[in-house]
């Protein structure tokens, strides 16, 4: 039988009761926007079986503003007395009485949660509770998603965001599985693969293990936030947060599409460390900085073929890691760049676009609006955070 700790507990009951709250708060909602459309609904028969004498007087002054052949015919037709005859109105079609209450329901209808559920390639047949993430994009896409109550722990290099009360279980090198399997949680994810030893030892324990893969480009991001709303919430939530979230980015960037069509657009390199490692056109953060810069082909897979190839392209922007400094990158040779000559040089948290999300895109946003100035307009402006 698994033992649950009383923290454990205490979390579970907590989140009940959270969910009992919010199923009540969207039923008396529900009833009132009901009642609401009812209202309106019976408003609107009545008014149509008795026409107004406001109506009546809107209609005669509008025929006395924009005067026509057939309100001279309707004119000439007044009898000696003074009195006119009245034109035959044609009736208005009744709409049914609960026509508007049926579109509601259907409109309100919600997504089932549905189980088995595909995660990171294997089948889940019913909900997790409760999820610990070694992988800082893991824990930035749970923190973003509807899973995010479900997270217990991270490791050192995770962002909690704010949510301090997050225990800390090592390092995605070396994780503190003693403190993993104390905690119990239904499923641990990984994306620095474990040791043999120490993944034998965690699933004996009952702790369902998922490694992700590093994503190559937004469809595969796509799918991270898929398997991660799956975990908790089954495969139709999960799905339907995913094209959410896609749409979400897209947008976005498809503006700046818009925005830099025709453009000259500069040549950028974005520096992850001293070693060579870059945003090349093959990976997501290349694909991603494409949308607002042109992205030279000099290596693959985050390599460059040599320093001396990139230098050799004369970035006009560079984006680079804040853990590197002015003098290494004129260590480098990049001291004398176009980028550098300009003031065209950023310096970020590079883990950002690691875990690439919203706040990933916000920033390249920030540095397109500085680099081009007026090209760009809102709403496509975003600032930089």
């Given at each position: 039988?698994?033992?649950?700790s009383p ?19 969207c ?10 459309a009812?209202?309106v ?15 009546e007087?809107i ?21 000696e ?14 709409k ?16 089932p ?20 993430s ?14 995010q ?7 050192d ?11 800390t ?10 403190k993993?399997?104390?905690l ?6 990984v994306?620095?693969?474990?040791s043999?030893?120490?993944?034998a ?11 992700l893969?590093?994503?190559?480009n937004l469809?595969?991001l796509?799918e ?11 495969a139709?939530?999960?799905t339907f947060e ?5 749409a979400d980015?897209?947008?976005k ?8 069509d025709?453009?000259n ?12 490692m ?8 290349g694909?991603l900085?494409?949308y ?20 050799a392209?004369?970035p006009?922007v560079?984006i680079?890691?804040?853990k590197i400094?002015?003098?290494q990158?004129?260590?480098m040779?990049?001291?004398e760049?176009?980028?550098?000559a ?5 310096y970020v948290?590079?883990q ?9 895109i916000?920033t390249l946003?920030?540095i397109?609006?500085r ?6 307009k809102?709403p ?6």
């Open positions: 039988m698994k033992y649950v923290q454990t507990e205490k979390r579970k009951q907590l989140r009940k009761k959270r969910r009992k709250q919010q199923m009540l708060i039923a008396v909602l529900l009833v009132i926007i009901l009642i609401a009812a209202i609904t019976l408003t609107s028969v009545f008014r149509d079986d008795t026409p107004s004498s406001e109506t007087s209609s005669s002054s509008q025929q006395e503003e924009f005067p026509s052949e057939e309100n001279e015919e309707i004119s000439s037709t007044e009898k007395d003074g009195t006119e005859e009245n034109a035959e109105k044609p009736k208005k079609k009744k049914p009485l609960f026509s508007g209450i049926k579109s509601l329901f259907s409109k309100t209808e919600p997504i949660v549905t189980f088995p559920a595909t995660v990171f390639g294997r089948t889940v047949e019913v909900e997790m509770n409760e999820i610990i070694l992988s800082p994009l893991a824990t930035e896409v749970i923190l973003s998603s509807p899973s109550d479900a997270l217990v722990a991270v490791s290099y995770c962002n909690k965001r704010g949510n301090d009360e997050l225990m279980v090592g390092t995605p090198l070396i994780p503190d599985v003693d993993i399997i104390q119990k949680p239904d499923c641990l994810i994306q620095t693969p474990l043999e030893s120490d993944k030892e965690i699933e004996e324990n009952g702790i369902t293990v998922f490694e893969g590093y994503p190559e469809d595969g796509k991270i936030y898929r398997s991660v709303t799956a975990i908790t919430h089954g139709d939530i999960a995913s094209e959410r979230v896609a980015i897209s947008e960037l498809n503006l700046y599409t818009l925005a830099l025709g453009q657009k500069l040549n950028a390199v974005m520096l992850f460390s001293i070693y060579g870059v945003a090349t056109p093959d990976t997501m953060e694909e900085l494409e607002f810069f042109d992205v030279k082909d000099f290596g693959k897979n985050y390599m460059a073929e040599s320093i001396e190839a990139v230098v392209t004369n006009e560079l680079v890691s804040d400094s002015e003098e990158l004129a260590e040779g990049l001291g760049t176009d980028a550098v300009n003031g065209r040089v950023f948290d590079i950002q676009f690691e875990n690439l999300s919203i706040k990933s916000k946003s920030g397109a609006n680099v081009y100035g007026s090209v760009i809102p496509v402006i975003e600032k930089e955070e």
